[in-house]
């Protein structure tokens, strides 16, 4: 059988992929778009809770983590939130911002992963689904792919199999293994924007709290993020406990500010001049909800009418609530993460073409990279930057 031969094969059709597919086809490039898994985007599908935070409006190079930090720098300014944002308004989608320049769909996130696979449809891109790519191999003319739809051969091949996260959608380390073969460096790997796990005597508190949530400053290692966190069963979550988990190591305390508008201690001490009958509970059931207040009164301060604390415990009761220090077991892992951090080593490919230094036509973009956003839009934007600037040059 005569292999096919496009201009270019795309493994993976998820954000970054799609972005790529349909950009290269639009430029007349005959594109072969394969996805292993059952649906294209099952990704962009799950994400913001349904309704996909597909960009921000305020994306800088520094909202990326990566061990080339001025890698994301070139692709991220040919390619801004404001194209994205463009084509979304060219297909009517209605969106909002959430807050801190998060864009959501005010309906369903298919509506963006639909708008992806439309422009691909558009453009002339030949997507297979439930497709398997078993083998690559370098040829003289470029690279010879053994896949479920028999051999295919292509000038230009693109990795866009994204990372380790949520196995359940179908993740493997394919991109990894395929960058390690031609000689690329993978640096490692660990589950990013996840929850903690927490199972010393915390455990109590955080299992009698779930569900509950409040406006903290979460820090580790140089890092600090203003967001709400979130009890659960297991330990803590909520966004600000998502974005310190990517800078987080096992071992590392990590620092909650659970007063971040107040000077704790002299709040405590205004509250004892003012009311010096009223219960630390009562006192704190201003700032938290009351389940919380009685907890952490009771738990940490055995309650009691602010005129009974001494100095010294006040400063004990301030300390514990502007600088609580929590040291996690671990984190959920991959099962939950949103992004994987580390990977495909980035001072090994173009930051203007995306294309591999060390095997040419072989070009990477997305999560299999060693570029992590924040929470909060960022790496849908890195999908859609990274996935347009190597569709330039496929």
Not at 184 to 192: D, E, M
Not at 324 to 337: D, F, I, K, M, S
């Amino acid at each position: 059988m005569d292999a096919r031969s496009p201009d270019v094969v795309i493994i993976g059709a998820g954000a970054a992929g799609l972005m790529c597919a349909l950009t290269a086809a639009s430029r007349g490039r005959e594109v072969l778009l394969l996805e292993h898994a059952n649906k294209a985007g099952k990704k962009i599908l799950m994400s913001g809770g349904g309704r996909c935070n597909f960009t921000n409006m305020y994306t800088e190079p520094e909202n990326f983590s990566s061990q080339n930090p001025n890698f994301c720098k070139s692709a991220l300014a040919r390619y801004t939130p404001w194209d994205f944002i463009a084509m979304v308004s060219e297909h009517g989608i209605a969106y909002h911002e959430k807050k801190l320049g998060q864009l959501f769909c005010d309906e369903k996130s298919k509506a963006i992963r639909d708008m992806l696979l439309d422009e691909c449809a558009r453009a002339g891109v030949e997507l297979h689904l439930s497709t398997a790519v078993h083998e690559i191999a370098r040829t003289e003319a470029g690279y010879a792919l053994q896949t479920d739809l028999g051999p295919v051969a292509s000038p230009s091949v693109v990795i866009a199999t994204g990372g380790l996260s949520i196995p359940t959608l179908g993740a493997t380390g394919f991109g990894y293994e395929i960058a390690r073969q031609f000689g690329h460096t993978v640096l490692p790997t660990r589950a990013g924007l996840v929850p903690f796990i927490i199972t010393d005597q915390l455990k109590e508190l955080c299992t009698e709290l779930s569900g509950t949530s409040a406006d903290a400053v979460v820090s580790c290692n140089g890092q600090s993020f203003r967001e709400n966190i979130l009890f659960t069963h297991r330990g803590l979550s909520g966004p600000a406990i998502l974005q310190i988990s990517s800078f987080w190591q096992l071992g590392d305390a990590v620092t909650i500010d659970l007063l971040p508008d107040r000077d704790a201690l002299a709040w405590l001490q205004d509250q004892q001049t003012a009311r010096p009958n009223s219960e630390l509970k009562t006192v704190l059931g201003e700032v938290f909800t009351k389940k919380m207040a009685a907890l952490l009164a009771d738990d940490w301060f055995a309650s009691k009418p602010m005129k009974q604390y001494t100095p010294a415990e006040l400063r004990d009761i301030a300390g514990r609530l502007g600088a609580w220090q929590v040291v996690p077991a671990g984190t959920e892992g991959y099962r939950t993460a949103e992004v994987t951090l580390g990977g495909v080593d980035t001072r090994e490919v173009s930051s203007k073409t995306m294309e591999s230094r060390k095997s040419p036509g072989l070009f990477f973009i997305g999560e299999v990279l060693d570029v992590t956003g924040h929470l909060g839009g960022f790496n849908f934007q890195w999908a859609w930057a990274s996935g347009h600037a190597a569709a330039q040059f496929v």
